[in-house]
């Protein structure tokens, strides 16, 4: 088997490992449980072993086509199976596949009495036969202390319990054997001692009266491994535990941009938008507009055909889809289409670790490109601030890991310095927003600005927006003597400005006016002028006409007199007109 | 009401009396091949049996090696182990059964002198 082994490393590094199947498990400890060789886990009552224990039998039987064994001490078959039947584990149907055995073993104080010297072989001949009907590979030995309780004499059962460890080696099998864990060790019979390949710690704590499964691995020989306490979730698919310490700064940096979904906010953010897989906090007051601009953020996701997850941690998916439908963003349609998924759940049920692997789960499975937590600062109000902080790192760390854009809100309390409240957050985040209400002759406006915003030119103005039916409008920016003006400041100042352009502008329509109309007197007078010529004209030629006329009259006497003289006839064309002209005029 | 009375009574009586004498035993031994452990075993409880319950007894030996199936039906943990499935109530008797005391505990047959 050790044969076997070797080969299943073609590293050569380390000792071969068996993957558990467990979520998250094979991460920390690197591949799996060490192959071949027992692994201890031990922890209180309560806490998952044999649930931890189960998942690695059935995950190793369905998905690696490994057969387990398992030989509980403390639960009949029956029970098991019932237990583990709402985790989606079949295991009748694995037991008559052949893929896994099961074992009850009874061990009942009052029946027994003991008579002298004896050994374990029954419990060896029993686990010996049910490896060998199956063929098993792994072998779950569930809370084996429970021989201690059966049987009296301490020192025979250590001699053989350190021999069985000894002969599932022997027998090539990985172990997983669960134990109770006492006051100031591992396990109360300290089973440490004799299985020393792989450790394994699983805790349930209550601090400030929320519970957190935890797991730790104490020791794995000849490896590797995290040290550091993860917590563990057990829902209706098993167990996943959660390496979030295995992080990192690797992530590459995208830069392409998505929108905010406000066009005018797009344009604050050097014209674009966020970029992609960066995160983005926007903190401020009570009320000061965050959710609306989350859902703006969100609904413009949607439309971009990508996925949305929306934690909400204060109000519940159908409050949301109400409240921002009233200002005229309706998310239904996204929710139906499966775009959008709301996860709604108060940030005080769970610690803080909980609702870390509750996200990262979902996250998981839901494949999000974008992620929008509203309001995050409730989160990290239920831990100590260090916690929350060092959560909320792990949490940022592990979106952008996945290339995943997030948009946090974080509410500030008004007496808190604005900058100063999110401090230890401020470092993490890449784009910074700010909103809050400015307090200005009796009223109080919405003004945000871009408090810092990595990797592009920002926009430094500090602009009011309102909520209106279409959404949130950022209005014009004007300036007054105090700065910004807002509200109705800002509202006089508009409708100054507009009284005056309109003041300007009946000026120029009257000039114009004046202007038209000086023309059409000009050009009266023209006609005037013109009719008048003529009129003298008309007279000019009438005179002209007697003239000619009174002329003609005459040559004709001249030539009727020529005639009645009998003199020579006056050439019409030989004699100019000026001079016939003339002539009536010097006869006068 | 009365009948049940009368039962107890007669259960109780029954005990203090002590196993009677003609009361069947049935008894099984398990265990591995031929250990100095099962030997020995077999070897004493023959002897028990011989000495105070002849003629009324039934011993089966039995190779957990050879059926391993019966140590899974049986529950057997420990070897060797003597079941005295009669009289009731079940006993285990755990052990290579050289503390013939505890021996005869298991089996109900102290009060013999």
Known sequence: ?588 | MKNTDSDTTAAFEKLVAGTPSDEHYVLRLYVTGMSPRSTEAFASIKAICDERLQGRYELEVIDIYQHPQLAIDEQIIAVPTLVKKLPAPLRRLVGDLSNQDRVLLGLDLRRKP
């Open chain 1, 1 to 588: 088997m050790s044969k076997d082994a070797d080969q299943q490393t073609p590293a050569n590094r380390g000792l071969a490992k068996v993957p558990t199947g467990i979520q998250g498990l094979d991460e920390i400890t690197g591949g799996g449980l060490p192959c071949g060789r027992p692994t201890l886990v031990c922890g209180s009552a309560g806490c998952g072993k044999t649930l931890l224990a189960m998942e690695f039998l059935v995950r190793g039987a369905t998905q690696f086509g490994e057969p387990g064994v398992f030989m509980s001490f403390e639960e009949t078959t029956q029970e098991l199976t019932q237990n583990v039947r709402s985790l989606g584990f079949d295991l009748d149907d694995l037991v008559e596949q052949k893929k896994l055995a099961m074992d009850f073993v009874r061990v009942e104080r009052n029946e027994i009495e003991e008579t002298g010297e004896y050994d374990l072989e029954g419990l060896f001949v029993r686990l010996n036969f049910a490896i060998d009907s199956i063929g098993a590979k792994r072998v779950v030995l569930d809370t084996i202390e429970a021989l201690f309780g059966g049987l009296s004499n301490v020192s025979i059962l250590r001699g053989e319990l350190r021999r069985l460890f000894r002969w599932l080696k022997d027998k090539g099998v990985t172990a997983v054997i669960t134990c109770e864990s006492g006051a100031g060790t591992l396990t109360k019979h300290s089973l440490e001692e004799y299985v020393s390949d792989c450790v394994i710690v699983l805790d349930h704590r209550v601090t400030d009266q929320m519970s957190t499964r935890r797991l730790r691995i104490v020791k794995y020989r000849g490896t590797s491994h995290e040290t550091n306490e993860y917590p563990f979730l057990i829902d209706e698919d098993g167990i996943s535990v959660l390496p979030i310490t295995s992080l990192g700064l690797q992530h590459t940096a995208s830069t392409e941009r998505i929108s905010s979904g406000i066009p005018r906010l797009d344009a604050m953010l050097g014209g674009e938008g966020y970029y992609r897989s960066s995160t983005v906090l926007m903190s401020g007051t009570a009320g000061s507009g965050k959710s609306s601009i989350a859902a703006h953020f969100a609904a413009a996701a949607c439309a971009r055909g990508e996925r949305c997850l929306y934690f909400a941690f204060e109000e519940s998916p159908g409050q949301i889809l109400r409240n921002m439908r009233s200002i005229g963003i309706d998310l239904e349609p996204w929710v139906k289409q499966g775009l959008l998924h709301f996860h709604a759940s108060r940030a005080a049920i769970h610690g803080l670790e909980m609702h870390l692997a509750t996200i990262h789960k979902l996250v998981r499975e839901f494949k999000p490109r974008v992620v929008v937590m509203d309001p995050v600062g409730s989160l990290t109000s239920v831990g100590t601030r260090q916690d929350s902080n060092v959560m909320l790192t792990r949490l940022i760390d592990f979106l952008k890991m996945q290339g995943i854009t997030a948009l946090l809100t974080s509410l500030t309390s008004g007496d808190e310095a604005l900058e100063g409240a999110n401090m230890d957050v401020s470092t993490l985040v890449d784009t910074w927003l700010l909103l809050r209400d400015l307090e200005l002759d009796g009223e109080r406006n919405r003004v945000m600005y871009v408090l810092k915003s990595r990797g592009m030119a920002h926009s430094n103005q500090l602009r009011e927006f309102l909520l209106t039916n279409q959404g949130v409008e950022l209005q014009n920016v004007y300036l007054g003597a105090e700065g910004v003006l807002t509200g109705s400041a800002r509202q006089t100042r508009e409708a100054a400005e507009k009284a005056g352009s309109l003041l300007r502008h009946q000026e120029a329509e009257a000039k114009q006016r004046e202007r038209v109309l000086k023309r059409e007197a000009q050009e009266a007078r023209i006609v005037v002028l013109q009719k008048e010529f003529e009129a003298e004209e008309e007279v000019a030629k009438r005179d002209i006409e007697q003239e000619r006329s009174r002329e003609e009259t005459h040559r004709q006497d001249r030539d009727r007199m020529g005639i009645s003289r009998k003199g020579d006839k006056v050439s019409k064309d030989a004699e100019p007109l000026a001079r016939s002209h003339e002539t009536p005029r010097g006869r006068k």
